[in-house]
């Protein structure tokens, strides 16, 4: 049973999660969206779909203009899954708001559509009268409910950056965004080995993770520790990804306890060890 809640980093519960047998290859995350949305199984098996079909549609600006989906491509996009009811969320967009105009002063064709969670179209306009990007409709719940469905997305903020091609290249925009402000590293795809920081502590509770706690405030430490942990991260990494699927951890280099930031940040780990038993301390 906990092979499986880490296989898939599973947050909460009810999940319904769809699985090809033969491969057992992921056909749907959000499956209880899925069995809300095609009841009769119409749309069955279910595939997941690329996401220029998914977006296909019109999409708004905030000054009542639209334009067609087809528009984005070429470009990175940010999904980004928010709402106004979501303090979380209003912190994030105020952030947000400003690396979408550095990116966009870098000369990257960049692009962000949102995808609301608000409670009433009210809402949703007034939330969206703060943002410079990209909207569905808030009227076109199909479509939004698609997108949560594509991207398995089991709480907000979110925030998934796609390549040109409309694939993946990470799903943790909302810890890159706070954590890369001057957006030096965009489109920030993934590093096989990260440093743990308050900003990305939060994934110590989306699956196991193997943490390396260095004892030392030395900047060289940290970056030696990186590299005795890489090849083992880039071998898992690789493997997994030639059987496309995810890795079944994710690896963090944590530098000495100081400071109470610092303390919360060890004390989450080790928290989890004992909890979830998903966190390995070396």
Not at 219 to 242: C, N, W
């Amino acid at each position: 049973q906990l092979k499986l809640w880490n296989k898939f980093r599973i947050s909460n519960i009810p999940s319904l999660i769809f699985i090809e047998a033969c491969t057992g290859k992921t056909v749907c995350r959000n499956g209880l969206l899925l069995i809300r949305d095609d009841p009769e199984g119409l749309e069955f098996p279910w595939g997941p779909k690329p996401f220029s079909e998914v977006i296909a549609g019109l999409l708004l600006r905030n000054n009542g203009q639209s334009q067609d989906s087809s528009t984005l491509e070429g470009s990175y996009v940010g999904v980004y899954f928010s709402a106004h009811w979501c303090p979380p969320c209003r912190s994030l967009t105020r952030v947000l708001v400003e690396s979408y105009r550095k990116i966009k002063e870098l000369g990257q064709k960049f692009e962000i559509v949102l995808v609301s969670a608000d409670r009433s179209e009210e809402s949703f306009k007034q939330y969206f009268s703060e943002m410079p990007w990209l909207a569905v409709p808030y009227s076109d719940e199909a479509r939004r409910s698609r997108l949560n469905r594509l991207y398995g997305i089991q709480g907000i903020p979110n925030l998934i950056i796609l390549d040109p091609k409309g694939e993946v290249i990470t799903r943790q925009g909302r810890v890159e965004v706070l954590h890369d402000v001057d957006c030096k590293e965009f489109p920030w795809h993934p590093k096989p080995v990260v440093e743990l920081t308050e900003l990305n502590a939060v994934q110590l509770n989306e699956g196991p993770c193997l943490v390396l706690f260095v004892d030392s405030e030395d900047e060289g430490e940290s970056e030696a520790a990186k590299e005795l942990v890489r090849p083992i991260a880039e071998k898992i990494i690789a493997q997994y990804k030639a059987k496309d699927e995810e890795a079944p951890l994710l690896f963090f280099v944590a530098g000495e306890v100081s400071g109470e930031k610092n303390k919360c940040i060890h004390s989450q780990s080790i928290l989890l060890v004992f909890v979830k038993c998903s966190v390995y301390i070396i």
